[in-house]
């Protein structure tokens, strides 16, 4: 007989899993956070990481995220992983500590009017297509320079790092790299990559982020 899955057991493993991995790359286990992306996760999977100590979670859709979160974000970090439509930046401002999916002039710019608007900003991270896939969303790897110093300066965008998603059929090492060596040259310090099967991979690569939903929540119950 199967034991029922532990997220709280699942999650002490991934730490020490991204500790491990930070230590063999020369790193601080500090410099690296769990971002715990419970997207489409029903609260009953949640509500255990959460108790188990939790405080960084990352959602696709700001309705949904608003929804889930409704009287439970006090002490929390909230990512936005998923893409923005630009009607949607007012209330992703009210939610969102972190967008991480900037990756257009016309999404700059209602960010930009939002948060002069707001009076406040939340941090911003580019997303970046390393596999230039027409079905991802993504700034080309070629375009990528020429856009973060539009963010900064067309648009006094607070930009702090760089995302990305590498496609699921090629090894994610090269695109880590990439990344890696774009923020680099742009000065920025946030890399988020890395997911469930490959984020220590990314640790070795530089990773300040990891993005892991299904090894830390168990596998979604398929729809009906």
Do not use: Y
């Not at 972190?98 to 991270?125: C, K, M, N, Y």
């Not at 060596?181 to 310090?189: E, F, M, P, T």
């Amino acid at each position: 007989m199967t034991a029922p899955f532990d997220p709280a057991a699942a999650r002490a493993e991934i730490l020490a899993r991204i500790a491990a991995a930070a230590r063999a790359a020369g790193r601080d286990p500090a410099s690296v956070s769990l971002t715990a992306v419970s997207k489409q996760q029903p609260w009953e999977a949640v509500a255990p990481v959460l108790a188990a100590g939790q405080r960084v979670f990352g959602e696709n859709r700001v309705q949904e995220a608003a929804q889930r979160w409704a009287g439970r974000r006090e002490g929390l970090e909230l990512r936005l992983i998923g893409p923005l439509q630009t009607n949607k930046v007012r209330d992703a401002l009210g939610l969102f500590d972190v967008i991480e999916t900037l990756d257009r002039e016309r999404l700059a710019h209602a960010l930009a009017e939002e948060i002069q608007r707001a009076g406040h900003a939340p941090r911003l991270l580019v997303q970046v297509n390393t596999g230039e896939e027409p079905q991802k969303a993504g700034v080309a790897p070629r375009e990528a320079d020429a856009f973060v110093a539009r963010c900064r300066t067309e648009f006094g965008l607070p930009v702090e790092g760089l995302m990305c998603i590498p496609p699921e059929a090629e090894p994610p090492g090269p695109h880590f790299a990439l990344l890696a060596k774009i923020a680099a040259r742009n000065g920025l310090a946030a890399l988020s990559m890395g997911m469930s099967a490959d984020f220590e991979t990314a640790i070795t690569f530089g990773a300040t982020s990891v993005r892991v939903g299904s090894a830390l929540f168990g596998a979604r119950a398929p729809h009906p």
